[in-house]
């Protein structure tokens, strides 16, 4: 079997009820997937495990965009993960640290946290602001209200990481593609 990324009990128990059935010269060909593989899709392993319980998703939304790395520094791509929201839904501090921008860009709320293992979180297009820059937030604490969609993206070291890596036991999902004829 091929790489898991993300999976929910019910669509990974019926994903594994056809994962291993060939498709037609799967076995002959090398490199050839069966029909119904679960493959690597977006989302992150499950979970960085020096970093596993410092971070939480900032809110109970499904992911509507994974991460997805441009590239090129002008690609395509998602250097965040975007949930879907209820507008009023709190949106919160992924981890402990302290608010270094509360406010708007380019007409759109946002806050971001530096948190004390060096990573800096963003949550942005907020409907609500409520923390203030400098302020110290707790892991949970928050940070503003969300509209019908809410993004987060997670910097290391100036360069963007998958969030989703992050949360540790966070939800999967799995993916059925169709195998190399």
Known sequence: MSKLR?????ILFAA???VGVPSAGAASEPGARPFGELVDVGGGPA???????AHRPPVDGRVIDP?????????????GLEYATVPGT???AIGAGQVTFAGAVAGRLAVSIRHRDGLISSVSDLASVAVRRGELVARGSTLGTT?????????EGGRYVDPAALFCG????????????
């Open 170 to 181: 966070a939800r999967r999902r799995a993916v059925l593609v169709p195998g190399r004829p």
């Open 47 to 53: 979970g960085d495990p020096t970093r596993c319980g």
């Open 147 to 155: 509209g019908e969609r809410m993004h987060l993206g997670v910097r």
């Open 16 to 18: 594994q009820l056809t």
């Open 6 to 10: 993300i999976v929910t009990g019910a």
């Open 67 to 79: 991460f997805r790395l441009p590239d090129g520094p002008y690609g395509a791509g998602n250097r």
């Open 90 to 92: 709190p949106a919160r």
